[in-house]
């Protein structure tokens, strides 16, 4: 593997879980910020996950109960403004920029795949964009629930549909 599909390797990040209204959250973090956040059910789910998007990094879970933790698990209870902690967005260079453009959109908004594509200066399709939202190791930090399909109709979500469209009721409720 390059480097670049392996950016974590021999790196150790700090993990831990926090209840959700959407489920429990798996929250991974290093020295450069909040590196993962994945959505599921089940601590044994969460730390594969974890595992599976940060390949080659040591984790080692959280005993103390890190602050960032909580503003984690805060912030996709009420994603009502940008994070109040700093991010680790590691990815290839198209991925950076879908990952700037989804975290631009207003809470309680939505874009299609095709707008992010069109609105990203080095030009995309809507296709890389739903493969830069897929890598997406952020839950809700990176905001790719609020992409839809040019139909306005919700499409596949890592975390579930299920997820994305509770996700989405929040935010417009909020």
Known sequence: MTESSRPFAAETLRYGYRPTMTGLAGIAVGGRGVAAVMLGHARGELLQQLRDALPGAVLVEDAIGDPVLDA???????????????????????????????RAIPVGETRSYGAIAKAIAIGMTAQEVGAACAANRLAVVVPCHRVLKADGSISGYRWGVHRKRQLLSLETAA
Do not use: K, S
């Open 72 to 102: 984690v698990a805060r912030h996709i209870d009420a994603p009502t403004d940008a994070p109040r902690f700093d991010l680790d967005l590691r990815g290839e260079a198209g991925e950076r920029a879908v990952w700037a453009a989804l």
